[in-house]
């Protein structure tokens, strides 16, 4: 089935430091999302991709849609306290025919933790 | 606007009872999802509702069900819980979901069976 595998599991960094995380699969996907999950609360979306080799920024955050559509990263630039949470990449799941699956297939998640 | 609102925020309860979730989507939003994330785990895709019909479910048995009424809002049924069904379950809404849009997520029902 379609998979995808995001790395790092956790990283542990200095406040100010950037951050770079990414997803990779063997199958093709046409969108790729990354979400924030903060404990407690559900997935927040912070950057939605569309077409491949697209970047795109949200404030501190930088993501890029993959040329070869398999892949994509996850940029933050100069961490603070608050980006502590879990970040997942995300991706639609697509039929042969372009029909939707309705579901978002979800990377394993990269816990941040920041420390002031 | 107000966001995807899920309810109860907990609930508790034991072997072989049934539970019920409640889901209300963003307003304007046609389609709702449900996804359970397990501890340590990452989300599940349980469900797929829109325009009052199930379009798609996940790997999970048939004790698992729900609905869509025709104010878009959902329920999520689990019947003859077990332990293993303890779980943050998530709903999420979007607008209709052949334009490819993106999901939004509630906060949650946490879920345990004691």
């Known amino acids: 089935g379609q998979q995808l595998n995001q790395s790092p599991q956790s990283m542990f960094i200095q406040e100010g430091e950037d951050v770079s995380m990414n997803c990779t699969s063997s199958?093709?996907?046409?969108?790729w999302l990354w979400y924030k999950q903060d404990p407690g609360e559900g997935p927040v979306l912070l950057i939605a991709l569309y077409k491949a080799g697209e970047l795109t920024s949200n404030g501190r955050l930088t993501a890029q849609f993959g040329i070869t559509r398999k892949d994509s990263f996850l940029n933050i630039s100069a961490s603070i306290p608050s980006d502590v949470g879990i970040y997942f990449c995300?991706?639609?799941?697509?039929?042969?025919?372009?029909?939707?699956?309705?579901?978002?297939?979800f990377g394993q998640g990269t816990i941040l933790t920041v420390h002031p | 606007e107000a966001g995807v609102t899920q309810s109860p925020t907990h609930l508790i309860k034991t072997r072989g009872q049934q539970a019920t979730l409640r889901c209300s989507p963003i307003s304007g939003h046609t389609s709702v999802y449900w996804y359970q994330q397990a501890l340590g785990l990452g989300l599940q895709f349980l469900l797929w509702y829109d325009e009052g019909e199930e379009r798609n479910r996940g790997n999970f048995p048939p004790r698992f069900s729900g609905r869509q009424f025709p104010n878009y809002s959902s329920e999520l049924n689990v019947n003859a819980l077990e332990l293993e069904d303890s779980a943050l379950y998530l709903c999420?809404?979007?607008?209709?979901?052949?334009?490819?849009?993106?999901?939004?997520f509630g906060d949650g029902t946490r879920l345990s069976i004691l």
């Open positions: 199958s093709i996907f046409n969108t």
């Open positions: 995300a991706a639609p799941t697509f039929n042969a025919g372009g029909t939707s699956y309705g579901k978002l297939t």
């Open positions: 999420a809404s979007s607008f209709q979901d052949r334009f490819n849009q993106p999901q939004h």
